[in-house]
């Protein structure tokens, strides 16, 4: 996996794919930059969040487990292990179960 949002920190980032070379950028929305709430005793994610690289959730196609499209983005993974990466670092990960969630309409893979 490629670590977006390393554990205890709370600025949403991203893989930027419509940019050269993909950097890692934070989230935007509706003109302001995205962080996850602090949530008492913990300060942002609780685990290494990111990216599965060469995955896309296409969004021509509806997913028969949620009948929602994809939502333009590789799967997403959480990092459940206690090690704290840095942005960017490439972590080898044990895939344990998956989530699917519905954002905004649109399937999300975890």
Avoid: C
């Avoid at 390393?6 to 930059?33: C, F, H, Y």
């Avoid at 487990?65 to 990092?79: C, K």
């Amino acid at each position: 996996m490629v670590v977006e949002v390393p554990r205890w920190t709370n600025a949403k980032m991203e893989i930027s794919l419509s940019e050269p070379l993909n950097p890692i950028k934070q989230d935007v929305k509706k003109g302001a930059l995205r962080f996850v709430s602090n949530v008492f005793p913990h300060h942002g994610y609780i685990w290494n969040y990111g990216a599965l690289p060469q995955t896309w959730e296409d969004p021509r196609h509806v997913d028969p487990e949620t009948g929602a499209r994809g939502d333009n983005d590789p799967i997403d993974v959480i990092e459940i292990g206690e090690r704290v990466a840095s942005r960017g670092d490439v972590i080898k990960v044990k895939i344990l179960g998956t989530l699917a969630l519905i954002d905004e309409g649109e399937t999300d893979w975890k």
